[in-house]
Structure formats: structure tokens, C-alpha cells
């Protein structure tokens, strides 16, 4: 079928991106589902900074690819041995398809898949397949098995959350990353306990879920650091009990707000210095959660001797430590009841024409999450 899709081809073009135009949006080939996949129908699909690492070349990608992977939509068709879906269900996209039988899903570790790391390294569905043909009639490549930014997409049914139909796609499609992620590190990964102290390095989209997930877990204090003070107001809205402006003296009051140190200190914003500072941050006998995705050749260097001498940890946060079919459903459920206002993370919604210029606005700390929504 011909299907209008945001397609990028070469990575590290310069910004502005509305000049520049990276994602070409034109129409593509994409096939139809082959056994354990699903043709879904996508109906919103959110604006990441893991898209924008892409993009600027820090997250090298094979290319070409159609790009996106925090998204939500509608199954219209489903292919052999797809038990649980139907047509007409409502899903939500996780960015590692979980394969259900390696020994890290097994030990209830889907983030960690290790076919769903081969797949998405090499830019196929979990089956190893490739559903995208450019115009030319050549192969695109598949974005972390979503591929969002799509009127359609093709995914592996181990890459599928069926969720409520009447949940707004627009919402539904920030609970794929931003929330699964940010929220994730919080209750999967840190395993924040109520009354336990937590700073919070980056206000982004899944910085800002982590403090969701940090008020709904019951954490006190909360501190949320960032460098422009307008993230700041809103996270002081959503309950940040503190807020710090990043630089120099960030760690001294973080610590002072904390008296003596955060237990745990949780960085998204994909920065080496940012998670040095974290580290710095986190009390004796503390856990530094790290999320981010910095540069592969970036470093964060540590006091070798303040591991043992002070009992710290540091653990690393992909896709918040899930399994996406426990956990998407307890989060909305969440969100349903109150607890975590995700809706405020939405900073807008666009059209697919449109997405190169919202890449700017990312880019700039203009935008918590921006949404493309599908006619």
C-alpha cells in the first residue's frame, strides 16, 4: 500500500530543520503483515529527543529510515500467529520488541530483549524483516521496530500494547515513551519508596514523567533541575517540591534541599556532565538512575573509591525497566484515576507537514512533547 511517511536519509543536517528539511515526507511502499505482525493505523505519534539524537547524528542509525517510535494507533489488519489482537483494537507501540523466550525476557527483563537489540540495531521487525520500499523501489529501513511517523506502519505484534479505545490517541501515544521511560526509572529501575528524597536532572518530556512518577510514588522531596526556568514553573506545577536552575551550584542545592544528598538522583537529559553532576548529588548509600542517551563517545568518569567506601549505586534505565504489557496498562490506569496528570506533558499537536519545524522548537527547549496527529 502507498502510505505518507516523515523518511530520513541522511543524518546531521544543520539546523534550523525547517530550512534544512531532514525528514522528507512523501509517500512510501509498505507491505503488508507477515506472520506475527500487525498493520496498524497510526493515530498520533509523539516528538522525542531520542528522534532528534537521530536526526543531528548523535544516535548513529542505519538510513535510510522512516522515523518515530513513541506512538499510538488502530490495528486494521492482523497476520498468522498474532493471538490477542484483532482488528479495531486500540495499541500503543514499545520501542524494543520483546521476543518473550531469551533469557532476558524470561527474567521478566523485556527492555533488555536481546533479538529486539539486534532488530532495532539493524533497522528490521523482530522477524528480521524489512516492510518499507522507498520510491525508487529501494528498502527503508524500520525506526526501533515503530516507525511512527507514518499515516501506517507495520510492527511485530511483540512491539503492541492493546490498551482502552477510548483513551485520546494524542495521550495514549506519550505513554510508548516518555511516560514508560520516565516513569519506568522511577517505580522499575530506582524503586522509589514514599518519603525517600529524589532529584530529577532534565524537565523534558521523560524527565517530567519521572516526576510524575515520583509524586505518584510518594517521594519527598522532589527536585527538578533544569536550565530554563519555564520547565521549571511547570515542574513545580506537577509537584516538584524544589526547583534548581542547572550550573555550577546545582549539586550544593540540591543537597541542601535534600539535607545531605538526594537517595536517588535520576538524570534524562543525555548529558555527561549532567549525570556527573547526578552522581555528585546522590547521598552516601544512595542510586543514581541514569536514562539519558548521551554521544557513544562520551565518558563519565567517578571516584572509583566512593563506590565501595559510601555503598553507592549506579544503574542504567532503558525503556524505564519495563514490560510493557505489566506496566502500560498500571500507568494509565494512573493517569485514569488522577494520579499522574500525563495530559500536561502534551505541549501541542501538528500536522506530518509540520514536523520538521516542531524538530526546531525540540531542539530548543520550546516543547515538553509535541504530537503529530493523523487525519
Known amino acids: 500500500m502507498k502510505v505518507r511517511a516523515a523518511t530520513l536519509r541522511e543524518m546531521g543536517l544543520p539546523a534550523p530543520y525547517a530550512q534544512s528539511q531532514p525528514l522528507q515526507i512523501g509517500e512510501v511502499t509498505l507491505d503488508g503483515p507477515g506472520p506475527g505482525e500487525l498493520l496498524v493505523r497510526v493515530r ?82 523482530l522477524s528480521g524483516a524489512r516492510r518499507w520500499h522507498a520510491a525508487d523501489g529501494g528498502e527503508l529501513h524500520h525506526h526501533l521496530g ?47 519508596v514514599p518519603g525517600e528524597s529524589v532529584a530529577i536532572f532534565g524537565m523534558g518530556g521523560v524527565g517530567l514523567a519521572a516526576l510524575l512518577g515520583a509524586v505518584a510514588a510518594g517521594a519527598d522531596p522532589i527536585v527538578a533541575v533544569d536550565v530554563l ?45 549532567a549525570l556527573a553532576q547526578a552522581y555528585a548529588a546522590t547521598r552516601r548509600g544512595g542510586t543514581t538512575v541514569t536514562v539519558g542517551l548521551p554521544h557513544p563517545q562520551k565518558q563519565f568518569a567517578i571516584s572509583a573509591v566512593s563506590l565501595v567506601a559510601e555503598e553507592r549505586t549506579v544503574k542504567g534505565s532503558y525503556m524505564g525497566s519495563a514490560v510493557p504489557s505489566r506496566d502500560l496498562p498500571r500507568f ?44
Open 44 to 125: 498520533a505519534a509523539g516528538l522525542c529527543h531520542s528522534d532528534l539524537s537521530v536526526i543531528d547524528g548523535s544516535r548513529p542509525r542505519v538510513m535510510p529510515m522512516v522515523l518515530g517510535h513513541e506512538a499510538a494507533g488502530e490495528v486494521v489488519e492482523t497476520g498468522p500467529d498474532t493471538p490477542g489482537f484483532m482488528p479495531g483494537d486500540a495499541v500503543v507501540f514499545a520501542f524494543v520488541p520483546s521476543c518473550g523466550h531469551c533469557d532476558y525476557c524470561a527474567d521478566g527483563r523485556a527492555a533488555l530483549c536481546e533479538p529486539g537489540a539486534k532488530a532495532n540495531t539493524a533497522g528490521t521487525l
Open 146 to 192: 515503530v516507525s511512527g511517523f507514518a499515516e501506517y506502519t507495520v510492527v511485530s505484534a511483540r512491539s503492541a500494547v492493546r490498551i482502552d479505545r477510548d483513551l485520546p490517541p494524542q495521550i495514549a501515544a506519550l505513554f510508548g515513551c516518555a511516560v514508560m521511560t520516565g516513569v519506568g526509572a522511577v517505580i522499575n529501575t530506582a524503586r522509589v
Open 229 to 273: 526556568p519555564a520547565k521549571l514553573e511547570l515542574a513545580r506545577s506537577l509537584g516538584a517540591t524544589h526547583t534548581v536552575l542547572a550550573g555550577p551550584d546545582a549539586v550544593n542545592e540540591i543537597r541542601e534541599a535534600t539535607r545531605g544528598g538526594a537517595a536517588y538522583a535520576i538524570e534524562t537529559a543525555g548529558v555527561e556532565i
Open 332 to 375: 494509565i490506569a494512573l493517569y485514569r484515576a488522577g494520579r499522574m496528570p500525563v495530559d500536561r506533558l502534551l505541549t501541542q499537536t501538528l500536522k506530518l507537514e509540520d514536523i520538521n519545524a516542531a524538530f526546531d522548537r525540540l531542539a530548543r527547549g520550546e516543547a515538553v512533547r509535541q504530537v503529530v496527529l493523523f487525519e
